[in-house]
Structures are given as C-alpha cells and as structure tokens.
C-alpha cells in the first residue's frame, strides 16, 4: 500500500533518524543486541543497541557487528548511572556512533557536550516537564517523552500528561513519546499531535529476532495491561527506583522485604544504610534471569501496560508493517472524516 499521508506527517522524525519509518525500538538490557537492531534498521525502523553495563570491548564488537549486519543508522544506548558509563563515553568518542540516546538517569551538560563534538546526534529521555526543559537547556538535538505506562526504570507521569505539558510546546526540535504505544492507529494519532515519531519496546522483545526465552516471552503474550505493575515505595526511608514489570513471585517478595526492613528500621535493629543497600541488591541480576534463563517466578520480567497488546510472536518486519498499515490506514480514515 502507499503511505502517502504517513510520510507526510513523519518526515521530521524520519530526515533526523535517517530511517524510512520514525519507529524507534527502544533499547532493553539483555535483548537489544546487534541481531535485533539490524532487523529493526533493515526494516525502515531505528534501533539502538544498550550499552547498559557491557564491558567497554564487548560493546565495541557489538557495534563492530551491528555494523556488518545493517548500512542502516543505529545508535548507542548509554545509561548514565552504570559503572561502566565513562568508559562507553570514551568509547563514543573513539568510535564515533552516530545516534547517542542517554538513558538511565540525566546526563550533565559537559557530557552532552562531548557526545555532540564526536558529531554525534542527541537524544535525551524527559520523564517530567523540567526534565525537558533541562535537556533542552542542555543542548539535546532530540527528547524521548517516556510515559509512566513504559516497561523498564520509569518515572510517575503518565505519556497523555507529557504531551499537553511538553509535546504541545515545544516545535524547535524532534519529540519523540514513548510509552503504552504498541498500534499503528496510536501511531498515527501521536503524529497528528506533533510527535516526530514514536518508541516501542514491548511489541519488539517479543519479535521472532528477539533473544530472550521462550518462557519470557510466553509471560508477555500471556499477560495483560493490568500485569505490568510499577515497583511501590513503602517508606522514604527506603528509596526505591520505580521499575515497571510483569507481576509474578519476585513483586510480592520485594513488598515482603520492604516491610520487613521498616520493621527492623523502627525497632533500630538494622541500619538505614545497611537496609538501603538490602532493597539496591534484591534486583541484581534478576533482569538477565527472565531474559536469558527463562526464571518468569522470580526474574524480572520489564515490560510495559502495552503488553496487553501482545497476542503472538511476530517478525521485526511483520511488526513494522503492521504498524505502517494500521498508520496509514488511520490517517485515511481521518482525511476521509474531515472532507466528508
């Protein structure tokens, strides 16, 4: 079919990925490996690989690789809290990656700085109004506007909020939202509000070119919208990092423990750093237990509300085809509206 309509529409997002289609995959921890963004990027789509805590000469043969599998633009996702971060800022700088999305927590001003003097393009996550305005502030070529409704570390605004408080107003550079989107209708109508594009994770770490387990993913094709919870904070006491994933064994255990600390808090029989660092240590490495070892019990299955939207595994270029139609389709039946 034509696209004549969405290609109108997504050319802003479209010229600054230098993609064919302004569908970002958003990049997961364990999942988005060189295989999986070379599909998206061979499909019309953009993809990034997660740095996350990768060893700095791993995540070099990785981008090496993802090179060899695509002449399509990718990017680099970095997260700026991993103990790793400054290596992977120098190895950005030496290897000179096209697309840097700075994800995790907020990066400084100096560091945006220097990802834009490689000759880098910037994206930056805005999870609140003043996060937007700061990244702005700070010089980043493009914002990703995440939802609270995503999967993974997330923040507590929701992505309809977002847009009436950022999106609405800011026209100088490419908004991406992210969030809760997994149809090609949604698509469409973020486009018709001004969004230069849009990012799924979700629908993608379900793909067939997709390396989690078949277990992990069954959990998501099984699950629905009201599964994916966002980890709860019990006591100030006791910060935790918002994370949103799929209810299971783990999610219960980890309410147990906060309750279990606040009680030994206010009997003074445990330190609040000793039960600070008992809350940072019961997710450690339950991220790659879902992912890679199939533990849907106990591991930590990220997803997001849109879950709810996942009935079977596709291909990465069924998902972006669909999701072109169903645009396309939308946008269609909108003209047709307004000129009936």
């Known amino acids: 079919m034509t696209t004549e309509l969405l290609n109108r529409f997504s050319k802003i997002g479209s010229r600054f990925l230098g993609v064919k289609y302004p569908i970002i995959c958003g990049a997961m921890t364990w999942v988005s490996d060189p295989s999986l963004v070379a599909a998206v990027s061979n499909a019309g789509g953009f993809a990034s690989l997660a740095g996350g805590n990768t060893p700095p000469k791993i995540l070099e043969q990785q981008i090496l690789e993802t090179e060899n599998l695509t002449d399509k633009p990718f990017g680099l996702n970095v997260i700026t ?10 190895l950005i700088r030496n290897l000179k990656v096209p697309y840097v999305i700075f994800a995790g927590s907020f990066p400084r001003r100096s560091e945006v ?11 930056c996550f805005a999870s609140t109004k003043s996060i937007a305005n700061r ?9 990703i506007l995440e939802g609270m409704e995503a999967g993974g570390h997330v923040g507590h605004v929701t992505l309809i909020t977002l847009l009436q408080e950022v999106l609405f107003k800011v026209s100088d550079i490419p908004v991406f939202v992210a969030g809760g989107i997994g149809t090609g209708r949604m698509f469409a109508h973020m486009l018709l509000m001004g969004a230069a594009g849009v990012q799924l994770g979700t629908r993608f770490a379900v793909a067939k070119e997709s390396n989690a387990h ?8 099984k699950a629905r919208a009201r599964d994916a919870v966002s980890t709860p904070q019990f006591d100030s006491r ?6 949103r994933a799929l209810r299971n064994k783990s999610t219960a255990d980890f309410g147990k423990l906060q309750l279990d600390l606040i009680g030994k808090l206010d009997r003074n029989e445990i330190t609040r750093e000793e039960a600070q660092k ?4 019961f997710w450690i490495g339950r991220l790659r237990d879902a992912v890679v ?7 930590s299955l990220m997803a997001g509300q849109s879950v709810g939207l996942v009935d079977r595994e596709m291909s990465v270029a069924e998902i972006i085809d669909e999701l072109i139609a169903e645009a396309e389709t939308e946008l269609q039946r909108v003209q047709e509206s307004f000129v009936g």
């Open 135 to 143: 990244m702005l502030d700070y010089g980043a070529d493009a914002l």
């Open 81 to 90: 809290i991993a103990p790793v971060y400054r290596d992977h800022l120098a």
């Open 113 to 123: 700085e220097l990802v834009k003097q490689t000759g880098a393009k910037v994206l």
């Open 214 to 221: 078949p277990s992990f993913k069954k959990a998501f094709i």
């Open 238 to 243: 006791l910060p935790v990092v918002a994370v």
């Open 278 to 281: 008992q809350v940072e240590e």
């Open 293 to 299: 070892d199939g533990d849907i019990s106990f591991g």
